[in-house]
């Protein structure tokens, strides 16, 4: 496992932008498949984006063209840059480690580690 932290959240009127950032300990962390999920009160975690170890990533159909996710293998940072952002958007959003396995076309991850989580709030 890793420890995660992110860090970026906040308050940000709708269109506007932020950047996600999170920080994993450990040297491990090339070998691990990355991911941002979201939660919504009363519901559980979905994904908002992944990346694989080879850069290979996947996105909600809700966020795609809008955000990106990224690494950085030498700082062990993982990042989710989020434009023209959305009410729907609010939530809480989790870094998250694991896995990932190629399946008809797609990847799925196996989370393995989360962060504490960072909550989002996009104003109308």
């Known amino acids: 496992q890793v420890q995660l932290v992110e860090s970026g959240g906040g308050l940000v009127q709708s269109g506007g932008s932020l950047r996600l950032s999170c920080a994993a300990s450990g040297s491990i962390f090339s070998r691990k498949s990355m991911a941002w999920y979201r939660q919504y009160p009363g519901k559980q975690p979905g994904l908002v984006a992944g990346i694989t170890t080879g850069g290979s990533t996947k996105y909600a159909d809700s966020v795609k063209g809008r955000f990106t996710i990224s690494r950085d293998n030498a700082n062990n940072k993982v990042y989710l840059q989020m434009n023209s952002l959305k009410p729907d958007d609010t939530a809480v959003y989790y870094c998250?480690?694991?896995?990932?396995?190629?399946?008809?076309?797609?990847?799925?991850?196996?989370?393995?580690?989360w962060g504490q989580g960072t909550q989002v709030t996009v104003s109308s």
């Open positions: 998250a480690a694991g896995s990932a396995t190629s399946y008809s076309g797609t990847y799925y991850f196996q989370i393995d580690s």
